[in-house]
């Protein structure tokens, strides 16, 4: 029987480890039809990179997912009316995409490095101190929600509020296909995070203090300020694309590591910072954080031998692209030396990831301030053995990770 026969994003099999399912989609079906999803599958790196260098062809606007519009997939009309860095095409998204992007250019990254390291070295001394730990609540989920809190003007108090609705957020989606409606704990999460951000919105719109909030709702260089709906939406694009990738490419690479001894040792013996950012360049090849993206086709398009039809919705899948041995030889080998130009799982094209540079910062350090003051961890005692990945069906990393110092 093939494993395509009972492909569902949702099945535990596949949850734990999708990527025999993507190879054999690969091979058998390069263009997968999902009951569920009510989309095509594409799973091959030629075909998941044409579609996302190609926006006129394939739109982020209007995706329908399982048949049903953004608006039609919540109770929170804000969270499904309003357009984002994600769910725009030019020109909307370019002006949208300017303005942002501001906060993110090399320069102002690159100034954060001393913070991101000051941070990441007081959690992982106060997360190493105990034998066992979770290393997803000690390190892989504060440092990414502290960083962006900050770069948001965020009050401290507020950083766990922005983690849970950040959990809620996604969960919810993952709600939605499984029951037909969200519980009422991500509806009032929800409500809580949009009332919260329309208040600060409005305050830094009044009183502007240097944060990335302060930037986006004012005018700056004939760039119009964003709207208080636009910075909520911008807010939750923010809060899964530079909170939780991150997070899930910590705790990626973690596994990675361990369940591959010999690149550990590798790194063990070498654990600079170039060392740490090919790990983490290698992890997002191989366990890529986001397994896909959706996109709305525009017109009829011949693709992967078959037919992809006007309006109907397709899903790429960037985490089996990275494994596709017609662009990367071994895939399924973890190889931290391996040359990784062209992965795909920060997209390609204008929609290509505007926090990339950001979690590619983040990730390195925390590992090297990892390796500098507990060089040997292993799975502790009570971490089962099959890991849970969550619910998500298109963001994949450990929910918790129990590890001890060897």
């Known amino acids: ?5 009972r492909f569902d994003f949702f099945d535990p099999e596949v949850m734990n480890n999708p990527y025999p399912y993507f190879a054999e989609m690969r091979e058998k079906a390069p263009l997968f039809w999902n009951e569920r999803l009510q989309a095509h599958i594409l799973s091959r790196y030629e075909d998941v990179t044409y579609v996302l260098k190609n926006p006129a062809l394939f739109s982020s606007v209007d995706i329908r997912v399982a048949g049903k519009l953004p608006k039609e997939r919540t ?13 725009s095409d030019p020109p909307n998204h370019t002006r949208l995409r300017g303005l942002v992007s501001r906060a993110f250019i090399p320069k102002r990254i690159s100034e954060l490095e001393p913070r991101v390291r000051e941070l990441s070295r007081g959690l992982v001394a106060e997360m190493t101190a105990r034998d066992e730990f979770d290393f997803m609540d000690g390190l892989a989920s504060p440092l990414p929600v502290t960083v962006i ?4 003007g965020i009050e401290t108090s507020r950083r766990r509020d ?7 957020l996604i969960t919810a989606g993952s709600e939605i296909l499984r029951t037909g409606k969200q519980s009422e704990e991500s509806i009032r999460s929800a409500k809580e995070m949009l009332a919260y951000m329309t208040e600060i919105a409005e305050k830094r719109r009044q ?3 240097g944060d990335l909030i302060s930037l986006l709702v004012q005018e700056s260089d004939g760039v119009a300020a964003l709207t208080p709906q636009e910075v909520n939406s911008f807010a939750i694009v923010l809060l899964i694309a530079g909170n939780e990738t991150t997070t899930n490419l910590l705790g990626n690479a973690l596994v990675s590591l361990i369940r591959n001894p010999e690149q550990y040792e590798w790194l063990r013996r070498n654990p600079t910072l170039q060392a740490c950012a090919a790990v983490a360049e290698e992890t997002l090849r191989y366990d890529s954080p986001v397994l896909g993206l959706m996109r709305r086709v525009t017109q009829d398009v011949e693709l992967a031998g078959g037919k992809l039809p006007a309006d109907s919705t397709v899903m790429v899948l960037m985490a089996s692209a990275n494994h ?5 030889a071994n895939p399924e080998r973890f190889d931290p030396q391996r040359d990784t130009t062209g992965l795909l799982s920060f997209g390609h094209g ?7 540079p950001l979690s590619r910062l983040e990730a390195p350090v925390a590992l090297q301030e990892l390796m500098e003051r507990a060089p040997k961890l292993g799975f502790a005692p009570r971490q089962p053995e099959r890991i849970d990945y969550g619910s998500s069906f298109f963001l994949r990393g450990p929910r918790s990770l129990w590890l001890r110092k060897n």
């Open 1 to 5: 029987m093939s494993l395509l026969d």
């Open 75 to 87: 109770q929170i009309t804000e969270l499904g009316s309003v357009s984002n860095l994600v769910t």
């Open 149 to 152: 809190s900050e770069m948001l």
């Open 162 to 168: 922005f983690k849970r609705w950040s959990d809620s």
């Open 207 to 209: 009183d502007p203090k």
């Open 324 to 328: 596709d041995p017609r662009k990367f």
């Open 350 to 356: 204008i929609h290509f990831c505007l926090g990339a």
